[in-house]
């Protein structure tokens, strides 16, 4: 065979990533500068079999014993991308296996989609990566498959990542927002509203110093040693956007039921209230992003109690309420003058970008 | 239980969404807007027992058997979100379909994630969304979680989609780009280069009227019916950034193999050939979003063939070339003239902004 080595390259000169300190479009280009920026800034931290086979797709085993799989999704927009406590990285992988694991699944890996500014400091994303590794190794899951895309420069605020997420769901678990039942009790995991106002400082938007770090963790392993002991949990749900007061409505709504919450028992550690004072905002509406909603029978508080605190992340878990039967949908907070106040969902936005 | 209720809400009044006919940062607040936004724009056309259910995750089945899941993940950006022949709404089904596909799985199920820029027409976001719920409805697909973000004016541009997707590999499949072998020959399921001059046209950049439509459209049916038939299939890959040429050098270096085509049976349209050479474009680096590399052993062509022909997105399908035994991975182009040219992958940015 004849050959003419005439080699055919796209208009650009290939240039190697490390002439690069800064996104450039090339780098979506899925052709030469993509190739290198996954070799040089995603490979050596994102390494499975999987990723390696260089496929579009990741395969992976399913158990053989016909185990639900748990999907979820979550896009990350933070700003800025680093705060007290955590990261943009940190956030998508903990946010996402949060979310698969509040069926009680067990995450076994994510997909990573990025969109990149053009002119993005490769050294910040490249921080990024290694802050998800870290994460998803503390969690125990790996990443699969990616995606990076490149947007011109005023198109996009440097980096944002969406992460899916899966994993497999125990047969004898049935949790969900529809299973809380009159007679459960309502325990939270710990202290409320640090990832927001944690945000908000890193901002400067609050006008003072403060040292409150976000809570942004990966609660799997908490998850999996609670379900484990007590495989009669009704329902998971992490308080996110819009806070536990949105998230309870949610679950109120889903399972038709009142839920009332003690405001006295809800933990709020004081820097936060102090800054939420100062702000106008209502801690019970500020995000949360390594807490969790547990609702279970009223028999298992104590045991539940037991194990939380034995965990890395539910050292100060709490009772704060009960489920009660109701004729619509509704959270109640009684206060600490001992009323009932109606608790609605967040109306608008509070703080907008915060995950 | 005494009750003074004081309705508890965030600092934005509630607005219902038909004031707005443009996103403001309360949608995606978690709390009321965002609510709203989903239930009259996304419930509307993404319906499904899953979504219904109103976790943070979707449940599914598995599967007895122990099929192995293919997981994919894409972002898509593409400029502008509507181009003759398909949207980004089409765009984001088809895109990661096809990518869980190629593993020869049957796709099952997408996650959605928006990224909402401030002030875009919700006309604009209804339509991609029922594009969307159409696309997933011709592949078969369900829409099964989602998230939706919003990011201030000038952070991001109109409206980016992520969608990760997964399906079942049957048991007797084992299709990927590293199990190209030599003897095996190279099918093309149709014309290049389509995709990525309907998206220059729609933005005006040809300087000249064309009628080229992408060929953004689901595969999974078409290779659900080729791999059901010829289980034998080694390797399928949509040649989508990066065009045929750097998509085939993947392969080429996954197998360890040369893959000879042969330029005058690469179907490439009149009109897209005219558009790439006033350009300077190479065709064959250009975008597809329909399309897809087959390889598979010399003596299942015909039937392959055959099948194809009767498949809506197949009619046009042909053999391009041949793998072959290779001291190093490489493409050849035997062209017109007859010699052998090296085609590399692309090397930098051609079109920006096309999936």
Redesign the interface.
């Given at each position: 065979?004849?050959?003419?080595?005439?080699?055919?390259?796209?208009?650009?000169?290939?240039?190697p990533l490390h002439h690069h300190d800064q996104i450039?479009?090339?780098h979506?280009?899925?052709?030469?500068?993509?190739?290198e920026l996954i070799r040089e800034v995603f490979a050596p931290y994102f390494n499975n079999p999987a990723l390696q086979?260089?496929?579009?797709?990741?395969?992976?085993?399913?158990?053989?014993n016909?185990?639900?799989?748990?999907?979820?999704?979550?896009?990350?927009?933070v700003f800025p991308l680093t705060f007290p406590g955590g990261d943009i990285g940190r956030l998508a992988v903990c946010g996402t296996v949060n979310?698969?694991a509040?069926?009680g699944?067990d995450p076994v890996?994510l997909?990573?989609?990025?969109?990149l500014e053009e002119g993005l400091s490769i050294a910040v994303l490249s921080e990024v990566v290694k802050s998800m590794a870290a994460s998803a190794a503390e969690a125990g899951v790996k990443i699969?498959?990616?995606?990076t895309?490149?947007?011109?420069r005023?198109?996009?605020?440097g980096l944002?990542i969406?992460t899916?997420g899966?994993g497999?769901?125990p047969n004898h678990l049935q949790i969900?927002?529809?299973y809380a039942k009159p007679g459960d009790a309502v325990l939270i995991s710990g202290s409320m509203g640090d990832h927001g106002i944690a945000v908000l400082a890193a901002r400067g938007d609050l006008g003072f110093e403060t040292q409150i770090q976000s809570d942004v963790a990966p609660l799997n392993h908490l998850i999996h040693n609670l379900t484990s002991a007590i495989p009669q949990v009704h329902v998971l749900?992490?308080p996110?956007?819009?806070g536990l007061?949105?998230t309870l409505n949610?679950i109120a709504?889903?399972s038709n039921v009142t839920i009332?919450i003690d405001e006295g028992t809800v933990p709020i550690k004081p820097a936060v209230a102090s800054a939420c004072e100062m702000l106008?905002?209502?801690p019970?509406?500020v995000?949360n992003e390594g807490k969790v909603i547990i609702i279970l029978p009223e028999e298992y508080v104590d045991q539940a109690l037991t194990i939380l605190h034995d965990q890395k992340y539910g050292k100060e878990a709490v009772r704060i309420g009960s489920v009660t039967e109701s004729a619509r949908p509704r959270v109640?907070?009684k206060t600490r003058l001992g009323?009932?106040?109606?608790?609605?969902?967040?109306?608008?936005?509070?703080l907008?970008?915060i995950?």
């Open positions: 065979m004849s050959e003419s080595t005439v080699t055919m390259q796209g208009p650009v000169c290939p240039v450039v479009m090339g979506g280009s899925g052709g030469r500068m993509t190739e086979e260089g496929n579009d797709f990741a395969q992976l085993s399913a158990p053989q016909g185990s639900r799989l748990s999907v979820s999704t979550d896009s990350h927009i979310d698969v509040m069926a699944a890996a997909t990573a989609g990025f969109i699969v498959a990616g995606d895309k490149v947007v011109e005023g198109k996009a605020d944002f969406n899916s899966f497999w769901i969900g927002g529809q749900r992490d996110t956007r819009g007061a949105t949610e709504r889903q009332t106008g905002f209502d019970l509406y995000a109640l907070l009323s009932n106040r109606l608790l609605d969902v967040l109306a608008g936005e509070m907008p970008r995950c």
